[in-house]
T-cell receptor, first 114, second 114 residues
Framework: GDSVTQMEGPVTLSEEAFLTINCTYTATGYPSLFWYVQYPGEGLQLLLKATKADDKGSNKGFEATYRKETTSFHLEKGSVQVSDSAVYFCALSAGGTSYGKLTFGQGTILTVHP | NAGVTQTPKFQVLKTGQSMTLQCAQDMNHNSMYWYRQDPGMGLRLIYYSASEGTTDKGEVPNGYNVSRLNKREFSLRLESAAPSQTSVYFC?????????????FGPGTRLTVL
């Protein structure tokens, strides 16, 4: 079945450091890929998405590129801020009979210190 | 627009008690979902409703029932709560067209079963 694997956390960085959170997936066909962010005490919010190979999703300084050859969708940000502290989830939507349904990774906790 | 709303925000139950979690969306979305979030396990799909009048099991349906009351509302019922159902529950919805797989989440219900 479909699955998403994220790098183990938690991740702790200093402000202005470079961020990478790794995400790899297993799916049949051509899934859409997503990053969601969950701030403390809140629900998940869509951060960015990519729907086909080589697409780059971007939002709020975060970027991720859909790499079909390595089945990866790593999240990056050049300079993190304290306000980026949150839990980040990678997810895929396989389409077909899974129409609209998402499969999530386990989440990566990011803490950014001043 | 309020987006996706959930009630209650917090609930404590004793083993064997029953309760219903309520969810409503005002975005005219066709599809709605119930997830549970447990530490280190990401979000797991309990049930979903692809459209009004239909419901289907997700990854972890045992111990739960759902009702798609109308296009706006999708409730989750625990008939006889167990400590293993202690979790944070999220409702989500998704629309049509090119954004059919972008899900919008409610703020969650934190449930403790003693």
């Amino acid at each position: 079945g479909d699955s998403v694997t994220q790098m183990e956390g938690p991740v702790t960085l200093s402000e202005e450091a470079f961020l990478t959170i790794n995400c790899t997936y297993t799916a049949t066909g051509y899934p859409s890929l997503f990053w969601y962010v969950q701030y403390p005490g809140e629900g998940l919010q869509l951060l960015l998405k990519a729907t086909k190979a080589d697409d780059k999703g971007s939002n709020k300084g975060f970027e991720a590129t859909y790499r079909k050859e390595t089945t990866s969708f790593h999240l990056e940000k050049g300079s993190v801020q304290v306000s980026d502290s949150a839990v980040y989830f990678c997810a895929l939507s396989a389409g077909g009979t899974s129409y609209g349904k998402l499969t999530f990774g386990q989440g990566t906790i990011l803490t950014v210190h001043p | 627009n309020a987006g996706v709303t959930q009630t209650p925000k917090f609930q404590v139950l004793k083993t064997g008690q029953s309760m219903t979690l309520q969810c409503a969306q005002d975005m005219n979305h066709n599809s709605m979902y119930w997830y549970r979030q447990d530490p280190g396990m990401g979000l797991r799909l309990i049930y979903y409703s692809a459209s009004e009048g239909t419901t289907d099991k997700g990854e972890v349906p045992n111990g739960y029932n759902v009702s798609r009351l109308n296009k706006r509302e999708f409730s989750l019922r625990l008939e006889s709560a167990a400590p293993s159902q202690t979790s944070v529950y999220f409702c989500a919805s998704s629309g049509q067209g090119s954004s059919y797989n972008e899900q919008f989440f409610g703020p969650g219900t934190r449930l403790t079963v003693l």
